[in-house]
Each structure stands twice: as C-alpha cells, then as structure tokens.
Antibody, heavy 123, light 108 residues
C-alpha cells in the first residue's frame, strides 16, 4: 500500500532553516511528482513547489523562491523540503503530497498525502 | 495568482441533508478543479478532480459540477463521517496552484 511517512515536529528560531523529509513506499518512486503544501493554523493549504523524482527537476511558487529547496534521494526514495530564513509566519503543518499523474506528466492535484510535519517558529 | 473563494465558510446541517458548497475562481480555469475533505489533525483527502470526476473509493453521494469560474460540491444525504472541512484547489494555472479558504460542515 502506497504511503508517505514524514519526519517529526520541529521547533526553530527565526532566521534558522528546517529540513523535512518524506519517505515514500508502496509505489515506484520515480513514477509520480511530489509536491509540498503547507497549512498555517486555521488557514487553507498553500502550495510551495514540487519535484520530478526521475530527474530532480523542481518548480517553486514565486512566494518561496530563494527560500525553499526541494530535493530527493533516489537510493532511499525520500523527498526533502528545506525552508530557510524562517519567520514566525512560517509556523505551519508541512505536507508532502503525491501528484496523481504518472511518468513525468503531472496532473497538478494530489491523491496521496503524508500525515504532516508541524514546524513551529518561536524565539 | 488565481484566487479561490469558497462559500459559505461554515455550514450547519443535519444527517440526511443535501449540502452544496460553492467555489469561485478569480479567472477562468476550465474544468481544472479538485475538491478535498479534511478532518481535524489529518491531511486533506482527494474527493473529486477535473471538476466532476469522482476519485476511486469516494462515495457516490459526493458530486462536483462547474467550469470556468464557478464550481459546486454537493453531498446528497449527509452522513456522520462527512462532518469536516472541504477545500477546492485550482490547477488551471499551475504557477502557483491555489486553494480556497475552506468550508466547515458542522452538525446542526
């Protein structure tokens, strides 16, 4: 059964960086693009960017350009999201979410989600 | 960016009711719209894609309609498991993908 297992909650100070992992299993790692979506308390989800695991190609939302880096490790089937220069308003649950499209053809919506990683930015 | 506006923000209903949620896009997105259900402390769950296509395993009481800028999600005969928050997401313009602010369906 396909699943996405994310790393645990993090508490960071303003200005620091955080790196969240998303371990995939139960399907072919390179078959589906992987997105990162965050959700601040009481808010709707917000798309951050995605990676094509087969070639590592990435696209980021302009809002996060320069602060977010999405990478993957094909040997372990893990996708990472690193967010730098953290601010208080980066406090949110961060999700990895699998694109339903297959073989480098993203469909741009998400059929499988991780359970989320709470990142708290606090001084 | 394409703004997605959902209404109402909260909806009170009873088991067995028919419920309709509206999502409006700030400009036309064709039929490139998905709906998700989210329960407290859980990740969103895909219900509908391409405005009206039901995801595998989703009960047939959920349906979606619309195109262009106006879309609806309907739940016929609301069940206890359906009390949750619902989000629309547009993918007509992928840069960036955007979600609505959510509609919370609560018990009347």
């Amino acid at each position: 059964q396909a699943q996405l297992v994310q790393s645990g909650a993090e508490v960071k100070k303003p200005g620091a960086s955080v790196k969240v992992s998303c371990k995939t299993s139960g399907y072919s790692f390179s078959k589906h693009c992987m997105h990162w979506v965050r959700q601040a308390p009481g808010q709707g989800p917000e798309w951050m960017g995605y990676i094509n695991p087969s070639d590592g190609d990435t696209t980021y939302a302009q809002k996060f350009q320069g602060r977010v880096t999405i990478t993957r490790d094909t040997s372990t089937s893990v996708v990472y999201m690193e967010l730098s220069s953290l601010r208080f308003d980066d406090t949110a649950v961060y999700y990895c979410a699998r694109d339903q499209g297959e073989w480098e053809l993203p469909f741009w919506y998400f059929d499988l989600w991780g359970r989320g990683t709470l990142v708290t930015v606090s001084s | 960016d394409i703004q997605m506006t959902q209404s109402p923000s909260t909806l009170s209903a009873s088991v067995g009711d028919r419920v309709t949620i509206t999502c409006r896009a700030s400009r036309g997105i064709g039929s490139w719209l998905a709906w998700y259900q989210q329960k407290p402390g859980k990740a969103p769950n895909l219900l509908i894609y391409k405005a009206s296509s039901l995801e595998v395993g989703v009960p047939s009481r959920f349906s979606g309609t619309g195109s262009g800028t106006e879309f609806t999600l309907t739940i016929t005969s609301l069940q206890p498991d359906d009390f949750a928050t619902y989000y629309c997401q547009q993918y007509g313009n992928f840069s960036p993908l955007t979600f609505g602010g959510g509609t919370r369906v609560e018990i009347k």
